[in-house]
């Protein structure tokens, strides 16, 4: 059954939404995103092996906690795109977009009729024909979205084009990609990636295309928002997980100091001699 686009919602709404990258191809991290209370998730297909049953889970999975489960695609066959939505996916985001060509290309395999040309079917998001399919396909356009990722010099260069093309809902920073592609390879702080993630953002604004930017320390949230954006990502979970776990091991590793090691003594034996004096 098709649901309602809850990210969609927010960013008509001006909400603030916040989401992450899932990179663990398995529906349990689904669940853990979605308990952890973020608004929606993107699931990567580009740099991940995940096979189709596992995507419908984890879709499927989104879906139970109303989680706006998007799928980061490898590229953009349209085959693989309808195979996705037909799969219940609720958006498709699309890695370095540099032309406007291959987004209108894109939406229109997302779309069906008059928007589009997306193959009919009856599957899941269509109830399997329960109610009427007429109604569906246009519920379907108002609630799919595509999104695209700026992650090249060409496409920073072709970014007004890009936004002027009809259906785009979102574009999503790559920085990491872009700052490659600019040669300052996995420096996404670099003054020459900030200038051109926010060139892309401050056309994305102008075209009135919501802008989600990637928050990759404490203080980079107040500077988008003071921009206007108000749809984040916070990485990916493996990178979180990674982390979390890193720090977790460092501090159980680190040496006690005499202070600490005699207050832990004390805290032990005082149950003891407690006891004993009641004795």
């Known amino acids: 059954m098709l649901r309602t686009n809850r990210l969609k919602r927010a960013l008509a709404e001006g909400r603030e939404a916040h989401g992450i ?13 979605a308990e952890a209370g973020f608004d929606f998730v993107v699931i990567d297909t580009e740099h991940v092996l995940i096979n189709p049953e596992t ?11 109303q989680l706006t489960p998007l799928i980061r695609v490898p590229d953009a066959d349209p085959k693989t795109l309808l195979r996705l939505l037909d799969g219940g996916a609720q958006g498709i985001v699309l890695p370095n977009v540099e032309d406007a060509e291959t987004l209108e290309r894109a939406v229109a395999a997302c ?32 609630e799919i ?40 390879t996995w420096q996404p702080g670099h003054p020459d990636v900030v200038q051109a993630l926010e060139a892309v953002q401050r056309t994305a604004s102008e075209h009135r295309i919501p802008y989600c930017a990637f928050l990759r320390h404490a203080e980079a949230k107040a500077g988008w928002q003071a921009r206007g954006v108000s749809t984040f990502m916070l990485g990916d979970e ?18 006690v100091n005499s202070e600490a090691r005699a207050s832990v003594e004390s805290d032990v034996r005082a149950p003891i001699e407690s006891e004993a004096s009641l004795s």
């Open 21 to 33: 990258m899932a990179s663990l191809p398995t529906a349990a991290s689904i669940e853990l995103i």
């Open 55 to 65: 995507v419908e889970h984890m879709i499927r999975t989104a879906e139970s906690y």
């Open 111 to 142: 779309k069906y009729a008059p928007e589009g040309e997306r193959s009919l079917n009856a599957g899941r998001p269509g109830a399997f024909g329960k109610a009427s399919l007429a109604e569906y396909v246009i519920e379907a356009n108002r």
């Open 145 to 184: 979205m595509v999104v695209a990722m700026i992650e090249s010099r060409q496409g920073v260069a072709e970014i007004e084009a890009i936004c002027a093309v009809s259906g785009l809902d979102m574009v999503l920073e790559g920085a990491a990609d872009l700052s490659q592609s600019l040669g300052v």
């Open 238 to 255: 493996r990178g979180i997980a990674f982390r979390a776990l890193q720090r977790a091991l460092g501090e159980a590793r680190a040496p």
